[in-house]
């Protein structure tokens, strides 16, 4: 097994994160119903037997009952949650009476939310809190006082970030007396900002990149886990119809199809697989809620792509070769 630096904290996490936004319903202010129950206790059970213990939530997916029907599977099987390593996220409001869509890093904001994710998971405590963007508002010392607390109440083991630059990171780290083991970022084959902020390192044909320097390498030295969102980019290079899409995709798609025959797995392996290949040994949080596609997510595991596939990849999704 591949070591995550995550298993330095946290040890026994699973190389895949399994991600709950599409638990519990949709997004909407109705009830959960049967349905969304029943859906969520057969992904889990199956994420499970497909041995991904890391469940990463936040305070708004389906507005909490992404959490609150996770809290029924832990409230029906108590047990269960030694099993599991469990990450939520604050620091993200919606609109609401006091104020619009707004961003909330302020130590009584992550105090609530936080005691608000143990009730609705139904859990005496968490094993990450993830600070899920960046406040423009946010001061370092107050978010350090929040944590110290959560960590002293026993309300949560370790701290994460997501979302954030290198910058932002050491910021907050300097003010506080524990380190943050993950940082979450949008890392895929459709948004390539990641890798080409580095390749294209003082050529003005970079000048439109929107990825800050040293984010990877910050999170490499300070032994963060960077785990990837939006990982299988909704399918579009694993199955997905792409006759509507660039000819750059459907290429992409059509090479990722031909590994996936050449390695006798899926094509959801080999997106996940190239990602898992780049040394700074990501962890991807796959989505899907579809059991099929979670297993076929699993099998980039035992995929080692050669170099010359990662850079036929990269190179067939950025469109054009390499500057
Ligand atoms: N930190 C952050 O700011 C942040 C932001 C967004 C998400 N996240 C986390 O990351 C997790 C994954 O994010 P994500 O959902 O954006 O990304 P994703 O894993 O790239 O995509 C999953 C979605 O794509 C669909 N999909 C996958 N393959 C498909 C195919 N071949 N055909 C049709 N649909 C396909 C899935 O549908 P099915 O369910 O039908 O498979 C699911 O809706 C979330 O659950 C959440 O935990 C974090």
Redesign the pocket.
């Known amino acids: 097994m591949k070591k995550l630096p995550i298993h330095q904290y946290l040890p026994g996490a699973s190389e895949l994160?399994y991600?709950?936004?599409?638990l519990g319903g949709n997004w909407n202010q109705d009830s959960l119903s049967k349905a969304d129950i029943k859906k969520a206790h057969q992904v889990v059970e199956h994420v499970l037997e497909a041995n991904i213990n890391v469940f990463?939530?936040?305070d708004i997916?389906q507005f909490g009952k992404a959490e609150q029907v996770f809290g029924t599977i832990l409230k029906d099987n108590p047990t269960l949650r030694d099993e599991m390593i469990i990450q939520s996220?604050c620091g993200i409001r919606f609109e609401d009476n006091s104020g619009p869509k707004r961003y909330d890093l302020s130590a009584q904001w992550i105090t609530e939310s936080t005691d608000q994710i143990l009730t609705r998971l139904n859990t005496q405590y968490l094993d990450v809190l993830?600070l899920?963007?960046p406040d423009p508002l946010m001061q370092a010392d107050e978010i350090a006082r929040a944590l110290s607390a959560l960590k002293a109440s026993g309300k949560v083991k370790y701290f994460g970030l997501?979302?954030m630059n290198s910058s932002q990171a050491s910021y907050i780290a300097q003010a506080i007396d524990q380190p943050f083991i993950i940082n979450?970022l949008?890392l895929?084959l459709s948004n390539l900002h990641w890798l080409e902020e580095g390749v294209y390192v003082g050529n003005p044909q970079g000048s439109h990149i929107n990825f800050n320097s040293h984010t990877l390498e910050y999170a490499r030295i300070n032994n963060m886990q960077i785990q990837s969102?939006?990982?299988?980019?909704?399918?579009l290079f694993?199955?997905?119809d792409v006759s509507g899409e660039s000819i750059t995709i459907q290429e992409t798609a059509k090479y990722v199809k031909t590994l996936a025959q050449q390695y006798a797995t899926s094509?959801?392996a080999i997106v996940l697989a190239w990602l898992m290949h780049h040394p700074a040994n990501i962890q991807p949080?796959?989505?899907?809620?579809?059991i099929e596609?979670i297993s076929a997510c699993t099998k980039a595991l035992s995929i080692n792509l050669t170099r010359e596939q990662w850079y036929q990849i990269y190179t067939l999704a950025r469109g054009s070769e390499l500057p």
């Open positions: 994160v991600g709950c936004m599409g990463d939530h936040a997916y996220k993830i899920h963007r997501s979302n979450q949008e895929s969102w939006g990982s299988l980019s909704q399918g694993c199955g997905r094509t959801e949080v796959i989505g899907s809620t579809n596609r």
